[in-house]
């Protein structure tokens, strides 16, 4: 027999709100984050734990399923939601071309050239 799980109002709505808002899938992500964070001292045995904060803790979130959420990811999906509708909203004049701005949006896992 299946078990019905069911997840907050709330948390639905913050799981389609994050997921709209990173839109970079976890693989493209992971590469983008390790070319950031390959510095002299990177590249530990496990390949995900040098990877910069707080791209690493969105990188996990995607990896879930929704039932599967702590409280700590809900925050993490919280923050990542502000963080990158902050910087879209401090969109700057020279817009995508601005690669400090494009860059600490792809640090959260959001690409503004991408198609949506």
Wanted: net charge negative; glycine share 6%; proline share 7%.
């Amino acid at each position: 027999m299946a078990r019905e799980q069911r997840v907050d109002a709330e948390v639905e709505t913050l799981w389609a709100d994050f997921h709209a808002q990173v839109n970079v899938p976890s693989e493209q992500l992971r590469s983008w984050l390790l070319t950031r964070g390959s510095g002299e001292e990177s590249f530990g045995p496990d390949p995900d734990l040098d990877l910069p904060e707080p791209g690493r803790q969105i990188l996990a979130v995607l990896r879930k399923r929704k039932v599967d959420l702590t409280p700590a990811d809900i925050q993490v999906m919280r923050e990542a939601v502000e963080r990158i509708e902050g910087l879209l909203d401090e969109r700057p004049a020279a817009g995508n071309a601005e690669d400090r701005w494009r860059h600490a949006l792809l640090d959260l896992g959001h690409d503004p050239l991408a198609d949506r």
